[in-house]
């Protein structure tokens, strides 16, 4: 269900402030310290952002996809860092129980995710099931009322922090592919499953990634997300509303870096000239917002869609390759901009250069994208 607008430019209006006063100040500090101050994590909880998505029923602020959308766009404005304090929590790590839970399940756990009281993270890549995550080989094996999981994942964001985990594994081996994969809701304090240390990356430092081992974890069958052998649909669909959430992330990147760009070139004068008046700077302007609009309209339209209740796996894909792409191409211009000030650590633009590096990559790298909406075309007859 729709805000009404008064409520939703409220809220955008609570986040864009938030993000202006409370989180820009603090991105380079954050980006130095590799974490973000638990006052931030508090402020987050307080604004209602770990709960964006969350039916209002359960505490949540129950926003559809349109406007979950239009607050991407707003928190894009700060080092995405940011965002993936919470991110899990509105999307893969919620979304397969907000879509798939069981009544009781729904309401054992979704209120303390809304609220941030419980961090969630979504367990699908392994070493060898990147790309080709139908190939998962955790297993989970039946015994009486339970499941026994034994396996370990990779590159798991806000594993580190999690108390609930969305985990697919394997419950049929026979069954190679897709067929053989079941979901399983699995609590961090159940014994036999560790976490192990934050893998340093190429950006987005404050947001971690953790390994995660399951030594034999004895999970109750209760706690199985739909049917066995309906993980693999649970996932791709998962991910069919997160890559919508990242291609608006990536808008809201894209139009920060504008607004820094413009600025920039404004101040900044060569050859007697703010740089601004030169006619191949102006290019780049006139590319890198060209490209924003595209991909803000063609989020905005997916959003809609979907919200409308279309089946959008392929606009959805179109949406995060465009915005993904896109994004890279705007940060490469802005360092172009910027000029040496654009390589060096002070102005930032390198730093959101290195941080937007990975959204061509997770949540389905671009071939992947591809992949899908050459298939979902193919069927659809064009
Ligand atoms: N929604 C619902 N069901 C879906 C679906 C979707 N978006 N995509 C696939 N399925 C279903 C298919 O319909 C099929 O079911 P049936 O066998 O009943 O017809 C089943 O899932 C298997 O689908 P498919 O044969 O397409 O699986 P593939 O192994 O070919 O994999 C890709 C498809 C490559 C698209 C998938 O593995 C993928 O998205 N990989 C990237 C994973 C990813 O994003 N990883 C990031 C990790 S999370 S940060």
């Given at each position: 269900?729709?805000?009404?607008?008064?409520?939703?430019?409220?809220l955008?209006?609570?986040?864009r402030r938030?993000?202006a006063?409370?989180?820009?100040?603090?991105?380079a500090?954050?980006?130095?310290?590799?974490?973000?101050?638990?006052?931030?994590?508090?402020?987050?909880?307080?604004?209602g952002?770990f709960?964006?998505?969350?039916?209002?029923?359960?505490?949540?602020?129950?926003?559809?996809m349109e406007e979950e959308?239009?607050?991407c766009?707003?928190?894009?404005?700060?080092s995405p860092?940011?965002r993936?304090?919470?991110?899990t929590?509105?999307?893969?790590?919620?979304?397969g129980?907000v879509?798939?839970g069981?009544?009781?399940?729904k309401?054992r756990?979704?209120?303390?995710i809304?609220?941030?009281?419980?961090i969630?993270?979504?367990?699908?890549t392994?070493?060898e099931?990147g790309?080709?995550?139908?190939a998962?080989?955790?297993?989970?094996?039946r015994?009486?009322?339970?499941?026994?999981?034994s396996?370990?994942?990779?590159?798991?964001?806000?594993?580190?922090?999690?108390s609930?985990?969305?985990?697919?594994?394997?419950t049929?081996p026979?069954?190679?592919g897709?067929?053989?994969?079941?979901?399983?809701?699995v609590?961090?304090?159940?014994p036999?499953?560790?976490?192990?240390?934050?893998?340093?990356k190429?950006?987005?430092?404050g947001?971690?990634?953790?390994?995660?081992v399951?030594?034999?974890?004895?999970?109750?069958a209760?706690?199985?997300?739909?049917?066995?052998?309906?993980g693999?649909?649970?996932?791709m669909?998962?991910?069919d509303?997160?890559?919508?959430h990242?291609?608006?992330?990536?808008?809201?990147?894209?139009?920060?870096?504008l607004?820094?760009?413009?600025?920039?070139?404004?101040e900044r004068?060569?050859?007697g000239?703010p740089?601004?008046?030169?006619?191949?700077?102006?290019a780049?302007?006139?590319d890198?917002k060209?490209?924003?609009?595209?991909?803000?309209?063609?989020?905005?339209?997916?959003?809609?869609?979907r919200?409308a209740?279309?089946?959008?796996?392929l606009?959805v894909?179109?949406?995060k390759?465009?915005?993904?792409?896109?994004?890279?191409?705007?940060a490469d211009?802005?360092?172009?901009?910027?000029?040496?000030a654009?390589?060096?650590?002070?102005?930032?633009i390198?730093?959101?250069?290195?941080?937007?590096r990975?959204?061509?990559?997770?949540?389905?790298?671009?071939?992947?994208?591809?992949?899908?909406i050459?298939?979902?075309?193919?069927?659809?007859g064009?």
């Amino acid at each position: 269900m729709a805000l009404d607008l008064e409520t939703r430019e409220q809220l955008i209006d609570a986040v864009r402030r938030f993000v202006a006063e409370r989180l820009r100040p603090i991105e380079a500090k954050v980006a130095e310290d590799d974490a973000v101050p638990a006052e931030i994590v508090e402020a987050m909880k307080g604004l209602g952002l770990f709960g964006l998505s969350i039916p209002e029923a359960f505490g949540g602020l129950g926003l559809n996809m349109e406007e979950e959308c239009l607050v991407c766009f707003e928190l894009g404005r700060a080092s995405p860092a940011f965002r993936s304090v919470f991110g899990t929590n509105v999307g893969i790590g919620s979304q397969g129980l907000v879509m798939f839970g069981t009544d009781e399940q729904k309401a054992r756990w979704l209120p303390g995710i809304a609220s941030g009281e419980i961090i969630t993270a979504f367990a699908l890549t392994e070493a060898e099931a990147g790309s080709d995550s139908a190939a998962v080989q955790t297993r989970a094996v039946r015994d009486g009322d339970d499941y026994v999981l034994s396996g370990s994942k990779r590159y798991i964001t806000n594993a580190g922090k999690a108390s609930l985990f969305t985990v697919m594994a394997r419950t049929d081996p026979q069954v190679k592919g897709a067929a053989g994969v079941s979901a399983f809701l699995v609590p961090r304090d159940l014994p036999g499953l560790s976490v192990g240390k934050p893998e340093k990356k190429m950006g987005q430092q404050g947001a971690h990634i953790h390994d995660v081992v399951f030594d034999n974890v004895r999970v109750p069958a209760w706690n199985r997300l739909g049917a066995e052998g309906e993980g693999f649909k649970v996932a791709m669909q998962v991910l069919d509303r997160g890559r919508l959430h990242i291609a608006a992330v990536c808008v809201g990147v894209a139009e920060r870096l504008l607004v820094d760009c413009v600025a920039y070139a404004g101040e900044r004068r060569q050859f007697g000239q703010p740089i601004a008046s030169f006619q191949l700077i102006q290019a780049m302007i006139a590319d890198s917002k060209t490209e924003a609009l595209a991909a803000r309209a063609l989020v905005l339209e997916t959003a809609r869609q979907r919200d409308a209740g279309q089946g959008v796996t392929l606009e959805v894909a179109a949406a995060k390759l465009f915005a993904s792409e896109m994004v890279g191409r705007v940060a490469d211009r802005a360092v172009q901009i910027f000029g040496g000030a654009g390589y060096v650590a002070d102005y930032g633009i390198e730093r959101l250069y290195r941080d937007v590096r990975i959204f061509r990559i997770y949540e389905g790298a671009s071939q992947i994208q591809q992949l899908v909406i050459a298939r979902e075309t193919i069927k659809r007859g064009g």
